[in-house]
């Protein structure tokens, strides 16, 4: 009997230990509604670096600073705390960048949250820019003009195609940003910001700061649930 114990032990931790890790949520607050995040595992530096910053408060009080109807919303700009009325806004950083994470599995369909960066050769990430994708539908045809003319040749596979042609998104952006969580829940907070004014540089009017958080347990559970119904 003894024989088999050391086997069986090894096999439950190997099991445990090999399983797919718990996804982290996160909560992002403004006064046109609330939006709820899944960040993937897949893209671990970018999602260790937001739990990071969000924890240390970097990202609470920063504005949507950019807001392009039918494309995308963007913030966390540092800079963005303190900014005048109609300061250009966007070149605000922390000082050090993230390494790309490009996953041809992972896109930039409705609700997909990636990471901004400068036009720097490897593709780094900023490490606290970011953006919400609102997008829009394709046709088969403007699809076939993005392969050709945004992606290089690069066929989108016919799963994501689907996606786009659907539910919509921003295709011409696909392995150029590192694409790093999406929203499961509140995407009418993103739809709500794309219908505000924004100045000459795309920046609302009205300010639109956020409070970002973590989803803790009990407010977990009661997110995955709805989720589920």
């Known amino acids: 009997m003894k024989k088999f114990l050391l086997p069986l032990f090894c096999l439950f931790f190997t099991t445990v230990f090999a399983s797919k890790p718990k996804?982290?949520?996160?909560?992002?607050?403004?006064?046109?509604?609330?939006?709820?995040?899944?960040?993937?595992?897949?893209?671990?530096?970018?999602?260790?670096?937001?739990?990071?910053?969000?924890?240390?408060?970097?990202?609470?009080?920063?504005?949507?600073?950019?807001?392009?109807?039918?494309?995308?919303?963007?913030?966390?700009?540092?800079?963005?705390?303190?900014?005048?009325?109609?300061?250009?806004?966007?070149?605000?950083?922390?000082g050090y960048t993230i390494p790309a994470e490009f996953n041809p599995d992972l896109f930039h369909k409705k609700g997909a949250l990636a990471a901004a960066r400068d036009n720097n050769p490897e593709k780094a990430s900023s490490a606290s820019q970011f953006y919400i994708v609102q997008g829009k539908v394709f046709t088969d045809e403007e699809l076939d003009s993005v392969e050709k003319n945004r992606l290089g040749g690069r066929k989108i596979p016919k799963e994501q195609r689907e996606v786009y042609k659907t539910i919509g998104g921003a295709p011409h952006l696909?392995?150029?940003?590192?694409?790093?969580?999406?929203?499961?829940?509140?995407?009418?907070?993103?739809?709500?910001?794309?219908t505000v004014k924004v100045d000459g540089n795309d920046r609302p009017l009205t300010d639109i700061k956020m409070n970002v958080s973590l989803v803790e347990k009990?407010?977990?559970?009661?997110?995955?649930?709805?989720?589920k119904e």
């Open 218 to 227: 009990k407010e977990l559970r009661k997110l995955l649930r709805s989720l």
């Open 174 to 194: 696909d392995q150029n940003y590192t694409v790093f969580g999406e929203v499961v829940k509140g995407m009418i907070m993103v739809d709500n910001i794309c």
């Open 23 to 94: 996804n982290t949520y996160v909560k992002i607050s403004t006064n046109y509604g609330t939006v709820y995040i899944k960040l993937y595992n897949q893209t671990p530096k970018h999602r260790d670096n937001f739990i990071k910053i969000i924890k240390d408060g970097t990202l609470n009080g920063t504005l949507f600073h950019r807001v392009i109807p039918q494309f995308m919303i963007q913030g966390g700009d540092p800079t963005s705390k303190t900014a005048k009325p109609g300061q250009q806004l966007g070149d605000g950083d922390l």
